[in-house]
């Protein structure tokens, strides 16, 4: 399906669904949780993973409310570019953030280019699974960054993304079903209160979309929940009994 002007309505409509009003305040409400499992699981993963970031020239791609802005200013970072389709995600980075070193665009990551920009690390966190060309995008990340530089991101776990429907609505299930885990392409996902397109990718399609174009693989972890970040132990089990988040460091070579 293609909107309008012809571009495939599975590389907009995720922008279109963080930028419905309903869909962000439940997003936001979801990530305030002290259980949310970007805060108990994700989050300590890819902390390990980012390096240093004192007078680091940092890319944020999927930026969303600018958060790790924050971070990066905490940090000593030098400067911080986030990127993000959503305009009420980048208006409330842009409120938020407060640091005149941060800088924002709006963009589809299918397009992103950098231009003549280039940064010494590039963070994403939970928005790669949105984007239909993984490969393109990640030849413009490389061009972006200096040799040595990272590149450190987080998706939802293909264990995750295998268990919504595909296309043709094969795997509908109402129970934790791993369906057609080996079929890519998008899946159907159900999710605060509305449906969005995801890219499912074997785990084996992200390690390789990342080998292939100059990055060196360097960590990868499938954020194994740690029981001393819950408050109690029937949500340490249920999320310890399926891997939510695939979290991967690489470096340009
Ligand atoms: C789950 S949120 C994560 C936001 C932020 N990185 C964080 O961890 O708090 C995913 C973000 O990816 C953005 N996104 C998804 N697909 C995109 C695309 N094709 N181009 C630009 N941004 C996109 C959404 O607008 C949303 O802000």
């Known amino acids: 399906?293609?909107?309008?002007e012809g571009i495939p309505i599975m590389t907009t409509e995720p922008i279109a669904f963080y930028d419905d009003p309903?869909?962000?305040t439940r997003y936001l409400e979801a990530r305030g949780r002290r259980d949310d499992g970007n805060r108990?699981?994700?989050?300590?993963?890819?902390?390990?993973?980012i390096p240093d970031m004192r007078r680091k020239r940092v890319l944020d791609l999927g930026c969303g409310d600018g958060r790790f802005a924050r971070t990066a200013a905490r940090e000593g970072a030098a400067s911080f570019h986030g990127v993000d389709?959503?305009?009420?995600?980048?208006?409330?980075?842009?409120?938020?953030?407060?640091?005149?070193?941060a800088t924002w665009e709006c963009r589809n990551l299918e397009s992103w280019e950098a231009g003549d920009s280039v940064y010494d690390l590039v963070v994403s966190r939970?928005?790669?699974?949105?984007?239909v060309g993984l490969d393109r995008l990640l030849r413009a990340v490389r061009r972006a960054l200096i040799e040595g530089g990272s590149l450190v991101f987080s998706v939802e776990h293909p264990m995750v993304t295998c268990h919504y429907p595909t296309d043709?609505?094969?795997g509908a299930a109402d129970r934790w079903?791993?369906?057609?885990?080996?079929?890519?392409?998008?899946?159907?996902?159900?999710w605060l209160g509305a449906d969005v397109w995801k890219q499912h990718r074997p785990l084996a399609d992200y390690v390789g979309a990342v080998l292939a174009d100059g990055f060196q693989l360097v960590s990868l972890s499938e954020g194994e929940?740690?029981?001393?970040?819950?408050?109690?132990?029937a949500s340490y089990r249920s999320r310890k009994s399926i891997p939510a988040y695939l979290i991967v460091r690489a470096l340009a070579v």
């Open 225 to 233: 929940p740690d029981s001393s970040s819950f408050g109690d132990t």
């Open 22 to 24: 309903d869909v962000l």
């Open 1 to 4: 399906m293609l909107t309008p």
């Open 85 to 101: 389709g959503s305009e009420a995600m980048l208006a409330r980075a842009r409120a938020g953030s407060g640091w005149a070193a």
């Open 177 to 190: 079903t791993v369906m057609d885990y080996f079929s890519k392409g998008p899946r159907r996902c159900h």
């Open 40 to 49: 108990v699981i994700e989050e300590p993963h890819i902390r390990v993973m």
């Open 168 to 170: 043709s609505g094969e």
């Open 126 to 131: 939970m928005a790669l699974h949105y984007v």
